[in-house]
């Protein structure tokens, strides 16, 4: 009635306030909003996961950035390898500001006649550190002719406070455990844990010999009023040939912060899979909820309102739902730093920042805000285009399609999901392609489901009616086949990828590396001591495999004669960042291949040549004849490019990036290094004669090696694993929304077959055939493509052995089609409990 007390006429369009869509869903939501859990709960975790994710990424970044002078010891990081700064190079490193010297090389550490272990030895001047403090446990100082001692180190050897530690040639009273190194993290992984003693106390070690390798690292602290930019660059055009590596308090661990940034990255795009699952859920959600509110919305359509009205009335409810589930997804992402500090605070770099990580809580936002909006308006569009007469039907009546302007809506929600998450990338192209991937993915599981809908449509009936009906459920109108094989596959396959993957790295390290592996690696052998380590091997381990290298270190100063610091290299340019392994070879290397250009001859005398590794060289653009400088001792070197090599790295031999021709490197002061494989019972004894007979040299247990890695790599699996369950997590969630958008209709279904005499169990028998079916599809759709994923990464990206342990991977999408069969009868057993008396009446 209008507001002239007439009716309208029929066909006319009712004026409607613009408040009025809103006053109407406020008071619809009053009656509460259990038909929109769903939807929130799916919000919940998909936004949790993207905001812990990179709220956590962001935190430890900003710790890092806070704690920059502290981490790198100082404002400025001037690093030299194997040699100290001249006297002309420290005059202009003292004009910089207040200089401390810290000399860190690797050394055999134990009691005087005992075993000795690798540890990572760190010199100290007296004015370290300018930065943080430096505390033992149970107090005491540094003082000359004492060494502190890692905690590893201390309950390895059984080491205390007041005991003798030999280190190369000189021994040192342990002054206590190190309880707090302000610069630790700065300087990476370590194989050993770490010393710390005087740096006048060095030179008694006799580690520090022509050819030793070690690096020198001068710190500099600045005046507070010196503005740090300015005074990188001054150091910069003051030593541009030196080899020297500057690095500032901006960035004070480069390779943490980048390791921290790219697995971030990677589990941001696992989170923001979860939330495209969740958002299956959310048009399951929605569904359900637009499904119950059938009557509401005809007899809204009967009195007048149009589709319009009737979409601003939902959308307003959906999106307010939708915020509150946003903001609490935020608030648990914004804590997640918190709590990982908590319970992990051992496993982190640097404490993080506490502080709300705002860029990383905003994207979240951004990202579940769209993912609801594309999956939320389907249903909507669906709900809304049907008339009265269609929507009092519906159960019968197929859903009516969404506008052009609908499909256009949902189009630019999915193209800003993908420019957000590619704009804010570092790695865009990475980035880009497991989009890419994952739409792929999305794609075949869709065509997939389709087909097994069509396949189950046109296979023979079988006999039995429990079985004709659980094949008849797969494809009658209304199924959840396609949400299910789409979420739960997507879900369930990268869980089975990253069981493949991991299954495959552990049966690399546990298995396949150790028996290639040699005993040991033996580090800075004296050049003039080859003869007697080699007779030395001879008497101790008869028949031992040994290969010896000369081996140098320096870092790459200019590629076709550009200075490095004005290169535009790529970030993927890993040959240019700090310093390389260096040495030359006449022969050509084992392991290697060959790709471009040509080997020198055995006895070539030419100008510096060298061949160096292909991949590096397609990251800088690098053909035959093109130049490539090296700093060796402070001395550049520049080398014509002859060849480049495919090189085997999995060998676990020693295999060296950039190998020069003979006659360029060998007047340059440099040491040995050998591979020795020996039987395992003879491993202590040869260690110890090594040690003894050379205390300069260091001696590396490969199996420690490959232990740590196997931790690491834990570590890594753990928290993939814990974003991955996310996804999963998504996955139940869809379920669940599966089963509550066909409720009604499986009540119904299940009404019509106890009047035609079914009991209860026959009814759940055929439900359990029915999931039963779908989870074995589901599992072997994810084992499938799960193996598939895997096995193009283990062997195309990582190249690596194809060995995966298929029993976990079996076990994981087992689990997952048993949690969809179990879930499938609960949800379904409030349906099959229904009474026919008091379902019909509702008919």
């Known amino acids: 009635m209008g507001d002239d007390g007439r009716f309208p006429r029929r066909g006319a369009r009712l004026s409607i306030a613009p408040s009025l869509p809103l006053r109407l869903a406020l008071r619809e939501l009053r009656g509460g909003f259990a038909g929109l859990r769903l939807l929130a709960v799916c919000l919940v975790l998909g936004v949790a996961a993207l905001a812990g994710v990179g709220s956590l990424a962001s935190a430890i970044n900003a710790g890092l950035a806070a704690r920059g002078q502290v981490i790198l010891g100082g404002d ?95 021994e040192f009273r342990i002054a206590g455990v190190v309880a707090e190194e302000p610069d630790k993290v700065g300087e990476g992984f370590g194989f050993g844990p770490g010393v710390i003693i005087g740096r006048d106390d060095l030179a008694r070690t006799g580690l520090i010999t022509l050819g030793s390798v070690y690096r020198t690292h001068y710190r500099i602290k600045l005046a507070p009023d010196v503005a740090i930019g300015p005074a990188v660059d001054r150091l910069r055009a003051a030593l541009p040939d030196a080899g020297i590596q500057l690095t500032d308090r901006r960035n004070g661990a480069p390779g943490t912060r980048q390791f921290v940034d790219r697995l971030g990255q990677f589990l941001s795009l696992v989170g923001l899979t979860a939330l495209v699952v969740a958002g299956v859920g959310v048009a399951g959600g929605v569904s359900a909820y637009l499904g119950a509110r059938t009557a509401t919305i005809a007899t809204l359509k009967t009195l007048g309102a149009d589709s319009a009205t009737v979409r601003a009335i939902y959308l307003w409810q959906i999106g307010l739902v939708a915020a509150g589930a946003i903001v609490i997804g935020l608030a648990i992402g914004a804590a997640t730093p918190w709590v990982v500090a908590k319970v992990a605070a051992a496993s982190l770099p640097v404490p993080p920042s506490l502080a709300p990580q705002w860029a990383a809580l905003g994207s979240a936002a951004a990202y579940g805000a769209l993912i609801a909006l594309a999956f939320a308006l389907w249903p909507l569009a669906q709900a809304a285009r049907m008339p009265a007469a269609r929507l009092f039907r519906s159960l019968t009546e197929s859903r009516a399609r969404p506008g052009t302007r609908t499909l256009f809506l949902i189009a630019g929600a999915a193209i800003a999901i993908v420019a957000l998450a590619v704009g804010l990338a570092e790695d865009r192209l990475f980035v880009a392609a497991f989009i890419g991937g994952a739409l792929a993915l999305i794609a075949v599981l869709a065509a997939l489901a389709a087909l097994v809908r069509w396949l189950a449509a046109r296979a023979p009936r079988p006999r039995g009616v429990l079985a004709r009906l659980a094949l008849a459920n797969l494809h009658r109108p209304g199924a959840p086949t396609q949400q299910l094989v789409v979420a739960l596959g997507l879900g369930l396959t990268l869980f089975a990828t990253l069981a493949v993957i991991e299954t495959n790295f552990a049966g690399q390290i546990n298995r396949t590396l150790p028996d290639r592996a040699p005993s040991f690696f033996v580090i800075d052998i004296p050049n003039d001591g080859l003869g007697a380590f080699t007779a030395l091997l001879a008497r101790e381990a008869p028949g031992a495999e040994v290969v010896t290298t000369p081996s140098l270190r320096g870092p790459v100063t200019a590629v076709k004669g550009v200075v490095v610091a004005k290169l535009n290299a790529p970030p993927e340019a890993w040959i240019l960042r700090g310093d390389r392994g260096l040495s ?83 007047a340059a002061p440099h040491g040995w290094m050998a591979t020795l494989a020996v039987p395992p019972a003879r491993e202590p004894a040869v260690a110890a004669a090594i040690g003894k007979a050379f205390p300069t040299a260091s001696v590396v247990r490969v ?97 690596l052995e194809w060995q995966p342990d298929w029993l976990p991977v079996a076990a994981t999408v087992l689990a997952g089609g048993a949690v969809t069969v179990v879930l499938g009868l609960v949800g379904s057993w409030r349906a099959l409990s229904a009474r026919p008396n008091m379902v019909l009446r509702t008919l």
């Open 703 to 799: 199996k420690d090696v490959l232990g740590q890695v196997a931790e690491l790599l834990g570590q890594l699996s753990m928290a993939i694993r814990a974003a991955a369950s996310v996804t999963i997590l998504a996955g139940i969630a869809v379920l669940i929304g599966a089963l509550a958008a066909g409720a009604r209709a499986r009540t119904y279904d299940a009404v019509l077959l106890k009047l035609l005499g079914a009991t209860r169990r026959q009814v759940a028998l055929a439900t359990l055939a029915e999931y039963g079916l779908l989870a074995a599809i589901v599992a072997g759709l994810a084992l499938l493509l799960g193996g598939v994923a895997g096995w193009y990464v283990i062997t195309q990206v990582f190249q």
């Open 76 to 170: 400025i990081d001037a690093r030299l390898t194997s040699r100290a700064a001249t006297a002309a190079e420290m005059a202009v490193l003292a004009r910089t500001g207040v200089v401390s010297e810290v000399v860190r090389l690797r050394a055999m550490a134990g009691a005087p006649e005992g075993e000795r272990t690798l540890v990572e030895l760190k010199a100290v001047d007296a004015r370290w550190p300018f930065y943080g403090a430096f505390r033992l446990a149970g107090g005491g100082r540094l003082a000359p002719g004492s060494a502190a001692i890692a905690p590893q180190l201390a309950d390895r050897l059984g080491l205390k406070a007041g005991d003798r530690l030999a280190i190369g040639e000189a």
């Open 584 to 666: 030359y070879a006449a022969d050509f290397p084992p392991n290697n291949q060959l790709v471009r250009g040509a080997w020198w001859p055995k006895d070539y005398k030419g100008p510096p040549l060298v061949s160096i590794d292909d991949d590096a060289a397609t990251l800088l653009g690098l053909n035959i004849g093109d130049e490539i400088t090296v700093s060796v001792l402070g001395v550049d070197v520049t080398a014509k490019i002859a060849s480049t090599r495919k090189i085997d790295w999995q060998s676990l031999g020693f295999n060296f990036a950039i190998l020069f021709a003979p006659g360029t490197l060998e």
